[in-house]
């Protein structure tokens, strides 16, 4: 037996315009726990893609028990003993744990279903691992744990050597985690080797043997978690952030734009905060804190159950984005694919659609003015494409985002609530956007930044609010900010902050 | 690369061609196929799907359905002569059970925007409910007496030496196409159909509009049965059953994309007459009309593999 059960080698993964992925090398040792931390962005994702076979490498290779690992489905890596534990969990609801346990494998009898005998691999497992689950229990009645673990069975079932665990707790509570790390600490007694993939420092801390940082598609180094303090791998995360890329703007604090006092919503409490003109504020958290929530209620997305938010003096409840916009606000959504664009029509469908008004008359559109407008964006954004006529689908990620930018713009908004405005873009596309958002502001606007990058908060924003689960726990004016003590808070939370307070 | 911005225009190239394939095989096969008399025959047979499917092609690009027009047809038909039998001038009883078309397209609207009823199941919904209302107010008959000899103008009279119909037919397909091309509200069609959360996202009461086009489909689908009743001389409750598919057949031929966020008017009406000609012409071969049926299925299906396949062949 190999030391190493998987070995990658100067493995690369470029989409268009970006590398996600570069030269990562990793050695995964035989039933360890092996951490993967990293920012959003730092190619977490792509790499569990491509142990999952649901993206090709463009280069390198990667070797399994000592033979090259070529699955090409992720059918065919569950046989050869690769597992995936998926934020979006692959059990089916409708069916019981034991259906579920089975599924894909029943024993049959003339095409018909065989009751299960109980010396099967998996309901001992089941035993092991979580007595109290019964085997007759609707899936749908299991909480989010519990149908983890059958998951986590479900692969033991199919003899998996590797189980590779994607943010497991991020939907936990922290009781919930503790029994899910009892489950990871039984794994390795069962020969199971797990890569575990967070970016909760304090996971990593409980169960972790082996932990290697990503950052920008690179990896920064692999180290034993027993040798290692928080402070170092919040230094290994981050980086050297140039700080130096933030210039303080006269804010116009006699124009109070935005005044939010006790929103509430779903999954937000309490949440306050002021936004005057020519400033940048900016809301860092973990994925799932309530960044993306806040810009939602405020853009007429959500319901607000409790608070106020007065926009320019004025009172407002918006009941869908149209009214949002009507009053000056606009935002950069989260999902530039999904939520920005319109895949199938050109650049110049895309930029016009939030504000046709200024282009038409009595609803018809003049199209020449259409065309004036796109091209204008397409100069001024930089946007590198064919012609206007260009569809949205065609373009790098990074040119599509200047689309997206390019419509909020059009809008002719005075508030822009922009989340992860650079998400997956390269560094150049990056820089260039960053600019256009300082602009705007010593222009005039007034601008909310909503980012789990923290080079990107810190460079933009001139107060920052830090996010752990639905709540503000800190406001920090840019000159206070420390690396160390803002990851601290964002990714250990309200612990972090009930331990300052007895102190 | 020059390629990739002709696909739209090479779909309507491939269309028309199959459209003036059929017309040169049909008048060498037959001598009765181009006649003036059956052109204009073909013309007012495929009238009534041109009319409808003008709105439903603009409801289909916005990735709606509406499987409740053939139903429509006939309740609103058999309304414009039962309103006349009650006294009512023709030209109210037009616009009256125009109106009708209208309040089933809002009732179509409300069900799939403001109830999130999947539009195939609200509409097949108001499918049977307005057939149902036809048949109950009629009882089944026909009404054919008493609505006078004004009532057959709009379907069969003349201005001059044109139809009137192919008048309407010219103003509803003029006017779609504009709102398609230049309107405000043709451009949110496109766009809602390309992706309904970044349309609404981009500041568009997408709700308000989806409801708007099942409106427009109504209104014109009540209008067609004023106008199919009229070329009839009779108000029949049952009139327009499979109505729904032939325009949709007709709007799919066009090359709009079930899914929505792509297709045209233009399309449809070339889709129209594909349809509308190939019945003819197998009338005129004197091939059974059950043939008919096989035929038109065979179309439609090889017409959207023709699609799919024009499309990746493009795109790769």
């Known amino acids: 037996m190999k030391v190493n059960i998987l070995k990658v080698r100067n493995l690369c993964k470029n989409y268009p315009g970006v590398a996600a992925l570069k030269n990562v090398n990793l ?10 931390v990293g920012e959003n962005g730092a190619g977490k994702s792509t790499l569990i893609k491509i142990l999952t076979c649901v993206e090709k490498p463009t280069r390198g290779e990667i070797f399994f028990n000592g033979q090259t690992y070529q699955a090409r489905t992720i059918r065919n890596a569950i046989n050869m003993g690769i597992s995936t534990l998926f934020q979006e969990l692959n059990v089916v609801d409708q069916l019981t744990v034991e259906e579920n346990l089975t599924l894909g494998r029943e024993k049959t009898k003339y095409g018909i279903i065989k009751k299960a005998d109980n010396s099967e691999k998996v309901y001992t497992v089941l035993k092991d691992f979580a007595p109290d689950i019964s085997l007759r229990r609707k899936v749908s009645s299991l909480s989010f744990v519990e149908k983890q673990i059958v998951e986590v069975v479900k692969a ?47 996971d990593i801390f409980s169960i972790g043997d082996y932990v290697t940082v990503l950052r920008d598609g690179n990896v920064i180094g692999t180290e034993k978690v027993s040798d290692i303090t928080t402070e170092e791998l919040i230094k290994m995360m981050v980086g050297k952030t140039i700080i130096g890329n933030y210039a303080s703007r006269n804010i116009d604090y006699t124009r109070k734009v935005l005044y939010v006092r006790n929103l509430c919503t779903e999954k937000l409490h309490d949440i306050n905060f002021d936004l005057y003109k020519n400033e940048i504020i900016g809301f860092y958290g973990l994925r799932g804190a309530g960044k ?16 106020e938010v007065t926009v320019n003096g ?6 869908i984005p149209k009214d949002a916009m009507r009053n000056g606000i606009i935002m950069v959504p989260e999902e530039r694919l ?11 469908s895309n930029i016009s659609i939030t504000n046709l008004k200024k282009i038409s008359k009595l609803f018809v559109i003049n199209s020449k003015k259409e065309r004036v407008i796109a091209k204008e964006y397409i100069k001024k954004m930089n946007i590198k494409a064919r012609s206007i006529e260009q569809k949205a689908k065609t373009l790098s990620g990074g040119n599509q985002q200047k689309v997206v930018i390019s419509k909020c713009l059009n809008a002719d908004s005075v508030i822009f609530l922009m989340d992860e405005p650079t998400r997956g873009i390269d560094v150049g596309a990056k820089e260039e956007i960053h600019k256009i958002i300082r602009d705007l502001a010593t222009e005039g606007a007034s601008i909310i930044i909503f980012s789990s990058e923290y080079s990107e908060i810190v460079n933009l924003c001139d107060k920052i609010f830090l996010l752990w689960e639905g709540e503000i726990l800190q406001v920090l004016d840019n000159k206070d900010v420390h690396a160390e003590e803002v990851m601290n808070v964002i990714t250990q939370g309200k612990k972090r902050a009930k331990n300052e307070d007895s102190n | 690369m020059k390629i990739q911005i002709s696909v739209d225009f090479l779909q309507k190239l491939v269309i028309v061609g199959v459209l003036v394939l059929i017309v040169i095989v049909l008048s060498l096969l037959t001598d009765t196929f181009l006649t003036v008399t059956n052109l204009t025959n073909v013309s007012r047979q495929v009238s009534f799907v041109v009319i409808t499917g003008s709105a439903v092609t603009l409801l289909m690009i916005s990735g709606n359905f509406d499987l409740s027009v053939g139903s429509t047809l006939g309740l609103t038909g058999m309304l414009s002569a039962y309103f006349v039998t009650l006294g009512v001038p023709l030209w109210l009883s037009i616009i009256l059970s125009t109106l009708i078309g209208t309040c089933i397209g809002l009732l179509n609207g409300v069900l799939v925007v403001r109830l999130k009823i999947p539009s195939i199941i609200a509409t097949l919904g108001t499918m049977y409910i307005a057939r149902g209302v036809a048949l109950v107010i009629t009882k089944g008959h026909s009404i054919h007496l008493g609505l006078g000899p004004n009532f057959t103008f709009l379907g069969r009279g003349y201005l001059g030496p044109v139809p009137i119909t192919l008048l309407i037919i010219i103003f509803i397909l003029g006017l779609f196409y504009f709102i398609e091309t230049k309107t405000i509200l043709g451009k949110y069609a496109f766009a809602i159909g390309g992706n309904k959360r970044t349309t609404l996202l981009s500041g568009v009461n997408v709700d308000a509009i989806i ?3 099942y409106i427009l489909v109504g209104t014109l689908t009540g209008f067609s049965g004023t106008l199919l009743a009229s070329r009839l001389g009779v108000g029949q409750p049952m009139v327009g059953q499979g109505f729904e598919f032939d325009v949709i057949v007709a709007v799919i031929l066009g090359g709009t994309s079930l ?4 297709g045209s008017i233009f399309g449809m009406l070339i889709g129209a007459f594909i349809v509308g000609l190939i019945a003819n012409g197998l009338n005129l071969l004197g091939i059974h009309s059950f043939y008919q049926s096989i035929l038109k299925g065979v179309i439609l299906a090889g017409a959207v593999l023709l699609d799919i396949m024009l499309k990746k062949r493009i795109t790769v």
């Open chain 1, 338 to 348: 999904t939520e920005g664009l319109i895949m199938k029509l050109p650049i110049r």
């Open chain 1, 156 to 202: 033991l079932g199919v003899d998996a050597n590797l189980i590779i665990m994607d943010e497991p707790t991020a939907a936990l509570s922290d009781e919930e985690s503790k029994r899910l790390f009892t489950v990871i600490k039984n794994l390795k007694n069962q020969n199971v080797t797990v890569i575990y993939i967070s970016h909760i420092l304090n």
């Open chain 1, 314 to 319: 004025k009172m407002r409840n918006f009941r």
């Open chain 2, 259 to 262: 899914k929505g966020g792509e």
């Open chain 2, 211 to 213: 409801i708007l086009l």
């Open chain 1, 292 to 307: 993306s929530e806040i810009a939602q209620a405020l853009f007429g997305l959500d319901t607000i159950k409790k608070g």
């Open chain 1, 27 to 36: 050695n995964i040792q035989r039933n360890s726990v092996h951490c993967i």
